[in-house]
């Protein structure tokens, strides 16, 4: 009897265990899933392997070296002149790069493989074939663990990340139709949920926290939520009416004067405007008038580059 309460025991905490992990696997891959896919647009690199890498790397965001130094994919000093974070690792009182916040990790991550010759071959695999890949960087010496790839392949495959794999734009390229304020919450169609938890939806972009916006939700629902006068959000978010697109994002602070390191420029995409860009890189709107010497609604071209951190020309 003693024994089969200590099996007991042993066997509900071994499942208790494997649900906080498998939801915190969840969390961490809602919050950085589209800068995985926007990373993939931009460079080639499977969403999935980076999302798998993030993973196991940081340990779902909680190791000592993600939480003290925003790294998540352990990368080492090398030729870094930025901030640095001393750890025991392979060696003792290793040397790795500390970022300001996460996703300039994960920016620079992609400018890590894109940079260095021995990863150049991986950039002639598909970005749908996350073995080849995860492979790939086992061969050209990503990690030391001789198990490397195949985690990779087992968290890809655990968690369906290829999934992300097929996306070939952004999101949120091309906005959903906006809906009034006035009117979401009186169509039956797009009615509220009776109780949101917007903290399980909050994302990071530029080192800001922002909701992707559903059908119901509204500035007001929000600012109630969080506290944050509705004069105050909208103006966050560069808003003069309070208007709302599902698929668009809502930030929770002030956007940031320019996007984070590594995004230079965007190539705007068909029926994209200044004001979406904006939104996607959490930077303000008055920012982006300037950088581009244009007026906020002002008609873009398909192709056209949109600079994102300094003035054009400079």
């Not at 009186?186 to 909050?202: C, G, I, L, Q």
């Amino acid at each position: 009897m003693k024994n089969t309460s200590v099996i007991l025991i042993i066997l509900l905490f071994s499942l208790i265990t494997s649900h906080t992990e498998g939801q915190s696997r969840k969390d961490f891959i809602h919050k950085y899933k589209n800068i995985a896919i926007r990373e993939m647009e931009r460079t080639g690199i499977p969403a999935s392997i980076t999302l798998a890498q993030g993973i196991f790397e940081s340990g779902c965001g909680m190791s000592q070296l993600s939480q003290e130094a925003n790294n998540h994919f352990g990368i080492k000093c090398h030729d870094w002149e930025g901030p640095t974070y001393h750890m025991d690792d392979d060696a003792e009182n290793e040397c790795f790069r500390k970022y300001e916040n996460p996703e300039q990790s994960w920016i620079d991550h992609s400018e890590f493989l894109t940079s260095r010759p021995r990863y150049a071959s991986l950039f002639n695999i598909p970005s749908t074939d996350y073995k080849a890949w995860a492979k790939g960087l086992k061969a050209a010496g990503y990690a030391t663990n001789p198990q490397y790839a195949e985690r990779l392949i087992k968290i890809i495959e655990e968690e369906q990340l290829y999934q992300y794999d097929h996306k070939v734009k952004h999101p949120t390229g091309i906005p959903a139709p906006t809906i009034p304020a006035e009117k979401i919450g009186k169509n039956t169609s797009v009615a509220p949920k009776a109780s949101v938890n917007y903290h399980k939806r909050e994302e990071i972009k530029n080192g800001i926290p922002c909701i992707e916006i559903k059908a119901g939700d509204t500035f007001s629902a929000i600012s109630k939520y969080y506290g944050i006068k509705l004069k105050k959000l909208m103006a966050y978010n560069d808003k003069q009416d309070a208007s709302l697109a599902v698929g668009q994002y809502v930030f929770l602070k002030r956007k940031k004067i320019r996007a984070a390191r590594g995004y230079e420029f965007h190539r705007v995409k068909a029926g994209e405007n200044l004001y979406l860009i904006s939104q996607m890189y959490g930077v303000r709107l008055k920012s982006l008038i300037l950088f581009n010497y244009i007026k906020a609604d002002a008609p873009l071209e398909a192709g056209e580059k949109i600079y994102l951190r300094k003035r054009m020309g400079l």
